[in-house]
Nanobody
Framework: QVQLVESGGGLVQPGGSLRLSCAASGSIFSIATMGWYRQAPEKERDVVAIIIWSTGSTYYADSVKGRFTISRDKAKNTVYLQMNRLRPEDTAVYYC???????????????WGQGTQVTVSS
């Protein structure tokens, strides 16, 4: 089994910063990508940022470019999301995603964390 454990959410004022962490553990053979998605009330889950595990290449949603930074620690199978200059519209539940395979012969599957609430409000 694979577990993704997130931490770092909370309440912050507009303009503030938060750092999310997500550690993957369990039976992991290879990671293709890890990333962050978010879902606001009554909205669909949308991608925020993704990092390619082998190269470190990154993708960001337009709404967070220049404010959020995704990074990884390969030795710890952990991905981070540094969120700066937060806005009320960033309020959502943030979910960690990992696309990985558990053995050489398997295909890649998606795994999700339990979600962490980020609230930006004065």
């Amino acid at each position: 089994q694979v577990q993704l454990v997130e931490s770092g959410g909370g309440l912050v004022q507009p303009g503030g910063s938060l750092r999310l962490s997500c550690a993957a553990s369990g039976s992991i053979f290879s990671i293709a990508t890890m990333g962050w998605y978010r879902q606001a009330p009554e909205k669909e889950r949308d991608v925020v940022a993704i990092i390619i595990w082998s190269t470190g290449s990154t993708y960001y949603a337009d709404s967070v470019k220049g404010r959020f930074t995704i990074s990884r620690d390969k030795a710890k199978n952990t991905v981070y999301l540094q969120m700066n200059r937060l806005r009320p519209e960033d309020t959502a539940v943030y979910y960690c995603n990992a696309r990985l395979k558990q053995s050489l012969g398997n295909h890649f599957d998606d795994y999700w964390g339990q979600g962490t609430q980020v609230t930006v409000s004065s």
